[in-house]
């Protein structure tokens, strides 16, 4: 007999399910939402607490609506939470350094969190008085301000509807990450302030930042350090200094970054690549895509010599250091315009590609780029291909753009002496169609692939060729070899421009929410 589930047991297993959700409310442990009480002690307990229950419950820490004052924060394995900011709640950084935390000469950050799994943090104003802090003013790039927020070492993190500003550093900053989202953020902070940069993600693999508005005085957004599989996308920068990679560390390995539908106002650089004399490593798969660009200076820019006058080339430096692959500008338009305050200013060059001879820009592909500028690219050791959409015209820095049409010749086995010159005497590797072609397109000189036959499709034999002869090659079951026609990419239309987010306003002052 098939036994039906009672109510009784329906209610019974919804009962067990809610005695394994906790709520941690941060007034309930002393935090006063009155916009004056120094509530540190009582946040960082209520976070303590919801860390020793969340191995064996799902937790939520919960700020009701209120004004909290608190000083930096930390907690470490928060798994399986929430960190609810409910409507109305308005946190404010403790204005008395005296209070603060370092971590040798820097400050620590006013929140921060550490090998989390499962944790997604929503809602809440965030303020983070960054005029307090002008007792740190130094000369130099190092800053010892505090970070708003850095998280360490998570793993599927979320965070979202958040609103960020007046912030004495950073904004946002994963360092170390396993699926990361964030979304529907706003951070605003004047255009005037340094180093303080709005959402960057450092060793993470598969981020993905979207629909975010951002108003600041450094990298909008940014990716560093080991960084793959990561999108920025749907979002306006204004002020600062454009969508970033590298920066000034020793090592950089970044693969497959996107930046996509993306406005940028008033900036000093729009498309921004950068890394000093001595940062090791490869760059490659990165793709700016439809950017709009408004009052830039500097609209695409890659330097391998940032911070140059630090970081000097020394005589036992290896001939090729650094390398950087393909790099893709598709469907970017940039004009002149009025200053809002922030870095910008009328275009000086389309594109400014200052590479060196240990770390040459020679893949740099131009798709559907339309800078307004009579001025000319410049830049050295850099090369690359542009279709002729490009302007300002860059036929004389790129080659035309070309498209590969591959067309299958079945049962034809070519290979030296056979109809064709062997790239490959033996097999390139177990590979797919695409990725078979794809060796060959990064290939000089091949024109053709030869692969033995496999079912459904799978990886297999791979050989690459050249000067293939069709006629000549043997004929027969097992093989088939495949040859590539290149042709001139034709133009393609140039995207709508798209408003400003209406959510800035001229003539900003700092907001203070206490």
Same mark, same amino acid.
């Given at each position: 007999?098939?036994?039906? %589930?009672?109510?009784?047991?329906? +209610?019974?297993? @919804?009962?067990?399910?809610?005695?394994?959700?906790?709520?941690?409310?941060?007034?309930?442990?002393?935090?006063?939402?009155?916009?004056?009480?120094?509530?540190?002690?009582?946040?960082?307990?209520?976070?303590?607490?919801? $860390?020793?229950?969340?191995?064996?419950?799902?937790?939520?820490?919960?700020?009701?609506?209120?004004?909290?004052?608190?000083?930096?924060?930390?907690?470490?394995?928060?798994?399986?939470?929430?960190?609810?900011?409910?409507? #109305?709640?308005?946190?404010? $950084?403790?204005?008395?350094?005296?209070?603060?935390?370092?971590? !040798?000469?820097? =400050?620590? %950050?006013?929140?921060?969190?550490?090998?989390?799994?499962? +944790?997604?943090?929503?809602?809440?104003?965030?303020?983070?008085?960054?005029?307090?802090?002008?007792?740190?003013?130094?000369?130099?790039?190092?800053?010892?301000?505090?970070?708003?927020?850095?998280?360490?070492?998570?793993?599927?993190?979320?965070?979202?509807?958040?609103?960020?500003?007046?912030?004495?550093?950073?904004?946002?900053?994963?360092?170390?990450?396993?699926?990361?989202?964030?979304?529907?953020?706003?951070?605003?902070?004047?255009?005037?302030?340094?180093?303080?940069?709005?959402?960057?993600?450092?060793?993470?693999?598969? !981020?993905?930042?979207?629909?975010?508005?951002?108003? *600041?005085?450094?990298?909008?957004?940014?990716?560093?350090?080991?960084?793959? *599989?990561?999108?920025?996308?749907?979002?306006?920068?204004? #002020? #600062?200094?454009?969508?970033?990679?590298?920066?000034?560390?020793?090592?950089?390995?970044?693969?497959?970054?996107?930046?996509?539908?993306?406005?940028?106002?008033?900036?000093?650089?729009?498309?921004?690549?950068?890394?000093?004399?001595?940062?090791?490593?490869?760059?490659?798969?990165?793709? =700016?895509?439809?950017?709009?660009?408004?009052?830039?200076?500097? %609209?695409? =820019?890659?330097?391998?010599?940032?911070?140059?006058?630090?970081?000097? +080339?020394?005589?036992?430096?290896?001939?090729?250091?650094? *390398?950087?692959?393909?790099?893709?500008?598709?469907?970017?338009?940039?004009?002149?315009?009025?200053?809002?305050?922030?870095?910008?200013?009328?275009?000086?060059?389309?594109?400014?590609?200052? @590479?060196?001879?240990?770390?040459?820009?020679?893949?740099?592909?131009?798709?559907?780029?339309?800078?307004?500028?009579?001025?000319?690219?410049? !830049?050295?050791?850099?090369?690359?291909?542009?279709?002729?959409?490009?302007?300002?015209?860059?036929?004389?820095?790129?080659?035309?753009?070309?498209?590969?049409?591959?067309?299958?010749?079945? !049962?034809?086995?070519?290979?030296? #002496?056979?109809?064709?010159?062997?790239?490959?005497?033996?097999?390139?590797?177990?590979?797919?169609?695409?990725?078979?072609?794809?060796?060959?397109?990064?290939?000089?000189? @091949?024109?053709?692939?030869?692969?033995?036959?496999?079912?459904?499709?799978?990886?297999?034999?791979?050989?690459?060729?050249?000067?293939?002869?069709?006629?000549?090659?043997?004929?027969?079951?097992?093989?088939?070899?495949?040859?590539?026609?290149?042709?001139?990419?034709?133009?393609?239309?140039? %995207?709508?421009?798209?408003?400003?987010?209406?959510?800035?306003?001229?003539?900003?002052?700092?907001?203070?929410?206490?």
């Amino acid at each position: 007999m098939r036994r039906v %589930p009672t109510l009784n047991c329906v +209610l019974l297993a @919804c009962s067990a399910v809610a005695s394994l959700a906790q709520t941690f409310d941060v007034t309930k442990f002393g935090a006063v939402g009155d916009g004056s009480t120094d509530s540190t002690k009582y946040v960082q307990a209520a976070f303590d607490a919801a $860390t020793g229950a969340s191995g064996s419950s799902f937790v939520t820490v919960l700020f009701p609506k209120g004004s909290y004052v608190f000083g930096p924060v930390q907690f470490e394995k928060l798994n399986n939470a929430v960190i609810e900011f409910a409507d #109305g709640a308005e946190m404010a $950084t403790l204005q008395d350094a005296e209070k603060w935390g370092k971590d !040798g000469d820097d =400050y620590i %950050p006013w929140i921060q969190g550490s090998s989390c799994n499962g +944790l997604t943090i929503r809602g809440g104003v965030f303020e983070g008085h960054n005029s307090y802090w002008d007792f740190t003013k130094n000369p130099k790039q190092d800053n010892p301000r505090p970070f708003m927020m850095q998280f360490t070492d998570m793993t599927n993190f979320k965070a979202h509807d958040m609103k960020l500003q007046n912030a004495p550093h950073t904004h946002f900053k994963v360092g170390g990450g396993e699926t990361v989202e964030i979304f529907n953020m706003h951070l605003q902070t004047k255009m005037n302030t340094a180093n303080t940069d709005g959402i960057m993600l450092a060793n993470v693999n598969n !981020g993905h930042v979207h629909n975010v508005s951002i108003q *600041n005085g450094d990298d909008c957004m940014k990716a560093n350090d080991n960084s793959k *599989n990561i999108v920025f996308e749907n979002g306006t920068c204004i #002020g #600062g200094h454009g969508l970033s990679i590298g920066g000034g560390s020793s090592s950089l390995d970044i693969q497959n970054v996107t930046f996509r539908d993306i406005d940028l106002i008033d900036m000093s650089y729009g498309a921004r690549i950068k890394f000093t004399k001595k940062t090791t490593g490869s760059i490659s798969g990165v793709t =700016y895509e439809k950017l709009r660009m408004k009052h830039v200076k500097r %609209p695409l =820019y890659i330097t391998t010599g940032y911070e140059s006058m630090e970081a000097t +080339l020394s005589s036992t430096t290896m001939s090729m250091r650094f *390398n950087v692959g393909d790099i893709n500008y598709i469907g970017i338009t940039a004009v002149d315009g009025e200053g809002m305050g922030g870095s910008g200013s009328n275009i000086v060059s389309p594109g400014d590609f200052e @590479c060196d001879s240990t770390a040459p820009c020679t893949n740099i592909h131009l798709r559907n780029v339309d800078i307004s500028t009579k001025t000319k690219w410049t !830049g050295k050791e850099f090369g690359g291909d542009a279709s002729s959409d490009v302007t300002p015209d860059a036929s004389s820095q790129f080659k035309p753009a070309t498209q590969a049409t591959w067309s299958k010749h079945m !049962g034809r086995n070519c290979y030296g #002496g056979h109809g064709a010159t062997n790239i490959d005497t033996d097999p390139v590797g177990k590979l797919t169609l695409a990725d078979c072609e794809k060796s060959c397109d990064e290939s000089t000189g @091949c024109t053709g692939i030869t692969i033995k036959w496999s079912l459904n499709g799978e990886p297999t034999d791979c050989w690459r060729r050249s000067n293939i002869n069709i006629a000549a090659c043997d004929s027969g079951d097992g093989y088939d070899t495949w040859t590539k026609t290149l042709t001139t990419m034709p133009p393609s239309q140039i %995207p709508a421009s798209m408003d400003i987010m209406s959510w800035h306003k001229a003539g900003e002052q700092e907001i203070l929410v206490v």
